[in-house]
Structure formats: structure tokens, C-alpha cells
């Protein structure tokens, strides 16, 4: 028997959870802090305060914005990869 799904592709990427990470400093540039915001909500998560060192770092592009929001919000991107994990068993029937 021939399946007909053995050819079918899934773009899991098109059920990604939306993240976006920001850093952002005080008006003189002495203090940083960094933000979150995830699967489309209006009310991120509190702003940790971080080095400058490390907000360049970012801005730069020298740390993956998945790396970055694993370091500042570990419990949120837990929770990310739990439901990523589970969507993409549900569509390959695991």
C-alpha cells in the first residue's frame, strides 16, 4: 500500500510561536535592560536589567535572539519548546 501523505511537507515554521526581545537603555546610556514579548501579547514580560556589554552584544547580533530569551526568560522559553515539541507531535502522529 502506497501512502498518499509519504510526499507531504510540513512547514512547522509556520507554527512558530511569535518572540521578540528588545534591549533598551536610560536616556544618559548607563543603564540597560532588556524585554520580551511572546506569542503576540500586548503586555511583555517585566524588563530585567543587563550590561551594556551584553545589550551590544545582542544588538550586534553576536547572540541568537532564541540564546537571549533562554538566558532572561528561561521559565517562558520552557515553556516555548514544550509547546513547539507538542504541535509537531500532534502533526507527524507521535
Known amino acids: 500500500m502506497i501512502d498518499p501523505?509519504?510526499?507531504?511537507?510540513?512547514?512547522?515554521?509556520?507554527?512558530?510561536?511569535?518572540?521578540?526581545a528588545s534591549v533598551f537603555a536610560d536616556n544618559a546610556g548607563e543603564r540597560w535592560w532588556t524585554k520580551a514579548w511572546f506569542n503576540g501579547r500586548d503586555k511583555g514580560e517585566p524588563a530585567i536589567e543587563i550590561n551594556r556589554r551584553m545589550a551590544i552584544s545582542f544588538i550586534n547580533n553576536q547572540i541568537s535572539k532564541d540564546d537571549w530569551l533562554t538566558r532572561f526568560f528561561p521559565k517562558q522559553m520552557s515553556v516555548y519548546h514544550n509547546a513547539i515539541d507538542?504541535?509537531?507531535r500532534q502533526l507527524l502522529g507521535i
Open 5 to 20: 501523505l509519504d510526499t507531504l511537507q510540513i512547514d512547522v515554521q509556520s507554527y512558530d510561536l511569535k518572540r521578540v
Open 86 to 88: 507538542q504541535t509537531r
